[in-house]
């Protein structure tokens, strides 16, 4: 069981940034496709950013590309999400995830979310 924490979310003023980190627990993350979504009010969770766990190939929304990076530290089972050039449109409930499969059994964990909110 990998227990995921979320933390750096905070209030930032449009054009600033922000680094969202992810810390485990209770296990390695090195096999897992890590990934960043965000929730805001009265909308549905999306994908933000996702990062694989060999190639280390990243994939992120259209919506945040050029201004989002995600990396990953398995040595120190952390995953990084560095967010510049922010607009209020990015205010949401950002969570991290942890995905894979081996053979029939998926594996999905969730942390419980850090809240950034973009405004003046």
Not at 19 to 48: D, F
Request: with cysteine; glycine share 10%.
């Amino acid at each position: 069981q990998v227990q995921l924490v979320e933390s750096g979310g905070g209030l930032v003023q449009p054009g600033g940034s922000l680094r969202l980190s992810c810390a485990a627990s209770g296990g390695t993350i090195s096999s897992y496709a890590m990934s960043w979504y965000r929730q805001a009010p009265a909308k549905e969770r999306e994908l933000v950013a996702s990062i694989t766990s060999i190639a280390g190939t990243t994939n992120y929304a259209d919506s945040v590309k050029g201004r989002f990076t995600i990396s990953r530290d398995n040595a120190k089972n952390t995953v990084l999400l560095q967010m510049n050039s922010l607009k209020p449109d990015d205010t949401a409930v950002y969570y991290c995830n942890a995905r894979k499969q081996v053979i029939a059994r998926k594996y999905d964990f969730w942390g419980q979310g850090t809240q950034v909110t973009v405004s003046s």
